[in-house]
């Protein structure tokens, strides 16, 4: 690797590794996050070699794929979620507060085309705009936002109980 | 550049994305990733450590005839030398999964296998190679030009690879070695670029057929595949044919090459 590539690479990797490792957690869960996100840099630092230019959403492309290669962890992780949003219990929870948990929607999640539920966790979960979504997935700006569209009217029909949360739940706070 | 709105789905979305997860867990996480990838940059496993020795010259002078070892029973090598220390040797077998994965180590072993070049390579083999299954140490030549590579199975490494498959490949410069463990191979990761090869494409005499030099400019990349795989594809285009869960892939491209793997039918087999 030649002293300029070596450095991009440090950079990205130094400013990007908690953003992936982030979303891979979230994608795959703790118990595979650590693989997963050294399978990522360790791609990069290749295709660095190779003359790939290293950039935030090219890492979370790398990511999509990493994942895309992990089906059952990631279907392993959905399933969790989905479970765990219909037992959290909320006989301790002020009435006004809700959570906004509901199995439905991740079970809807777990259901919806690939490439659809990849542009929308990319912007939800991986805190990307729709630019850096759209190379992230290697697709024009056009299409991320037709997928997100996509992804979020099946949801909605999929799960109706969804609701926009209360601003005074502390997980509607914006990353 | 736009910002996604807060739609209502997006929202409840976002309060699902960290259930389950450990809310204190994340720094471990990137510190561990960040020592993995370290290692792979610094000369982890998965990097081909260069021997600085000449070997090849040597090992075709050896009569291949005369030192061809049974290819039956036990069989016990030279591991190493007084130099470089001598590895142990394995009290172990390959893991179950490695033998189900891997054609090369499930054939009964050859002449080849053990013949006066495989001898000779082995004893270049150093300390950090630790518990050798010599039993189960295929000789395996990966591409058109015949070039010999073997798969040393291994306990463990001195990097810390468990049950690790070590391919060794010899040129005239030294050689190459890199390990790997069962899932790095069939996560796609066991890629080892071996040989710069900017060289003569020539044969060096009609009595050496397993030169080791490169037959064309460009990058010569080996590495190992699990059983299923036929072919592998590299990024830049160029294919090549698998040989006992091993193969030679020549690319132009620069650096390491990421490679997609295909079955008997041209269809993609997945890694991971």
């Given amino acids: 690797m030649s002293k300029t590539g070596s450095a991009a690479v440090e950079t990205a990797y130094r400013q990007h590794l908690p953003a992936i490792v982030r979303y891979l957690r979230?994608?795959?869960?703790?118990?595979?996050?650590?693989?997963?996100?050294?399978?990522?840099?360790?791609?990069a630092?290749?295709?660095?070699?190779?003359?790939?230019?290293?950039?935030?959403?090219?890492?979370?492309?790398?990511?999509?794929?990493?994942i895309s290669e992990r089906r059952r962890s990631e279907r392993r992780r959905l399933r969790a979620i989905e479970r765990l949003a219909g037992q959290t219990p909320r006989e301790h929870l002020p009435a006004e507060v809700d959570l906004g948990l509901d199995p439905t929607l991740i079970r809807a999640l777990r259901r919806l085309d690939r490439g659809d539920r990849?542009?929308?966790?990319?912007?939800?979960?991986?805190?990307?705009?729709?630019?850096?979504?759209?190379?992230a997935l290697d697709v024009p700006v056009g299409t991320v936002r037709s997928r997100i569209f996509r992804a979020r009217k099946l949801l909605g029909a999929r799960a109706p109980r969804v609701h926009p949360l209360s601003d005074s739940s502390p997980s509607t706070a914006r990353p | 550049m736009s910002t996604p709105h807060d739609d209502p789905i997006d929202s409840a979305l976002r309060a699902h994305a960290d259930l389950g997860l450990d809310l204190d867990g994340e720094p471990a996480i990137v510190e561990a990733a960040?020592?993995?990838?370290?290692?792979?940059?610094?000369?982890?496993?998965?990097?081909?450590?260069?021997?600085?020795?000449?070997?090849?010259?040597?090992?075709?002078t050896v009569s291949v005839a005369g030192a061809a070892a049974a290819a039956t029973g036990l069989w016990s090598p030279s591991l190493g030398d007084d130099h470089r220390g001598h590895p142990t040797v394995a009290t172990s077998d390959v893991p179950e999964e490695q033998l189900q994965r891997f054609e090369v180590l499930r054939r009964p072993a050859d002449d080849t296998d053990r013949d006066a070049i495989t001898q000779r390579a082995?004893?270049?083999?150093?300390?950090?190679?630790?518990?050798v299954r010599t039993q189960r140490i295929r000789a395996v030549h990966g591409g058109p030009a015949g070039r010999r590579y073997l798969i040393v199975p291994v306990e463990r490494t001195e990097s810390g690879v468990e049950d690790a498959l070590c391919l060794?490949?010899?040129?005239?410069?030294?050689?190459?070695?890199?390990?790997?463990?069962?899932?790095?191979?069939?996560?796609?990761?066991?890629?080892?670029?071996?040989?710069a090869a900017n060289r003569d494409a020539r044969p060096r005499s009609a009595s050496d057929p397993q030169s080791l030099r490169p037959t064309t400019a460009g990058a010569v990349a080996i590495g190992l595949v699990p059983d299923g795989v036929e072919t592998v594809v590299s990024s830049t285009?160029?294919?090549?044919?698998?040989?006992?869960?091993?193969?030679?892939l020549t690319t132009k491209a620069p650096g390491r090459t990421l490679v997609a793997w295909l079955d008997s039918h041209g269809r993609e087999v997945p890694q991971g």
């Fill in chain 1, 26 to 43: 979230r994608r795959l869960g703790d118990g595979v996050a650590e693989d997963a996100a050294a399978e990522v840099f360790t791609r």
């Fill in chain 1, 45 to 66: 630092v290749r295709a660095e070699r190779a003359g790939q230019a290293v950039s935030l959403p090219w890492l979370f492309g790398v990511a999509a794929n990493v």
């Fill in chain 1, 118 to 135: 990849e542009a929308l966790l990319l912007v939800v979960w991986g805190e990307l705009t729709y630019e850096q979504a759209a190379n």
């Fill in chain 2, 34 to 60: 960040s020592r993995r990838v370290a290692g792979t940059r610094s000369g982890s496993p998965r990097v081909a450590r260069r021997f600085t020795t000449v070997i090849v010259g040597a090992a075709v």
């Fill in chain 2, 122 to 131: 082995l004893r270049e083999l150093d300390t950090s190679f630790q518990g």
């Fill in chain 2, 168 to 195: 060794y490949t010899v040129d005239e410069e030294g050689g190459g070695v890199s390990c790997w463990s069962t899932q790095q191979i069939l996560h796609g990761e066991a890629v080892l670029d071996a040989l």
């Fill in chain 2, 237 to 248: 285009g160029e294919r090549a044919e698998v040989h006992e869960n091993a193969y030679e």
